[in-house]
């Protein structure tokens, strides 16, 4: 049977983790991880990758722990919550052959508190973010990622703003949408209630979602393909 949604009892399993977390607890309900969390996040990757796959049929879609499936334990040594299991619990489709988190991708997690999805490049590093700059400074790259950026917030959607408060070397004011040279990520959010992964709408209503999010999520894709060719 395909994929629907996850079962009733998976958001009140995350708040069990918030009340509960520390090792040797986690431990010792790891069934009830694996049963609520782990087999169907890997149900929902294959069932949801089919269905984006006939949007983007590059996209990655693989089931398994650090690529479209995230860890479920912290990593405390880069993190300012200490807590050594994670409450969230994130997906990612990505496109290309680049590190997932540097890839046009289409993302969730969800919580207790929420279900938000996305879809872009939340944080540009250092050599992409020099790839971004040179493929805006084409005029017609600008306009259509501006056009892109309007039409989502016009539907409601939260788009990134500019970081930066200067322009980088090589832009000046007079150009035209200079604000995208102020950009370190591209990126589009949207928050839902989290009990609708439990929600027979789930895959549509996330499907419908991901449709609007398509043209950013491909813009962004080209332009990741200026990186690889300049490697």
């Known amino acids: 049977m395909s994929f629907i949604h996850y079962p009733k009892e998976t958001i009140p399993f995350l708040r069990s983790i918030q009340k509960n977390n520390n090792k040797e607890w ?17 149900a929902f990757v294959e069932e949801m990758g089919e269905h984006l796959q006939a949007l983007v049929p590059t ?5 398994k722990i650090n690529q479209s499936l995230f860890r479920i334990y912290r990593d405390t040594r880069f993190s300012k919550d200490k807590t050594p299991i994670k409450s969230k619990i994130g997906v990612i489709f990505w ?13 969730l997690h969800f919580s207790p508190k929420e279900l938000l999805i996305a879809s872009g ?16 400074k084409v005029d017609k790259h600008r306009e259509e990622l501006h056009k892109i950026l309007r039409a989502l917030k016009e539907s409601g959607y939260i788009v990134e703003e500019p ?22 990520a591209v990126a589009v959010f949207h928050t839902l209630k989290a009990s609708t992964i439990s929600s ?21 894709y080209e332009m990741t393909l200026t990186k690889k060719e300049s490697d």
Do not use: V
């Open 26 to 42: 986690f431990d010792d309900h790891k069934d009830e991880y694996t049963k609520y969390i782990l087999e169907p996040s890997r």
């Open 59 to 63: 996209i990655n879609a693989s089931p």
């Open 95 to 107: 496109q290309g052959q680049h590190i997932r988190m540097q890839s046009s991708c289409f993302y």
């Open 121 to 136: 490049i939340r944080t540009f590093d250092p050599d992409l973010l020099a790839a971004y700059r040179d493929y805006i």
């Open 163 to 184: 970081q930066y408060k200067r322009l980088p070397r090589g832009f000046d004011k007079e150009m035209s949408l200079e604000y995208l040279a102020r950009m370190k």
């Open 200 to 220: 027979k709408q789930f895959i549509p209503e996330l499907y419908r979602h991901y449709e609007q999010f398509l043209p950013l999520q491909q813009w962004l």
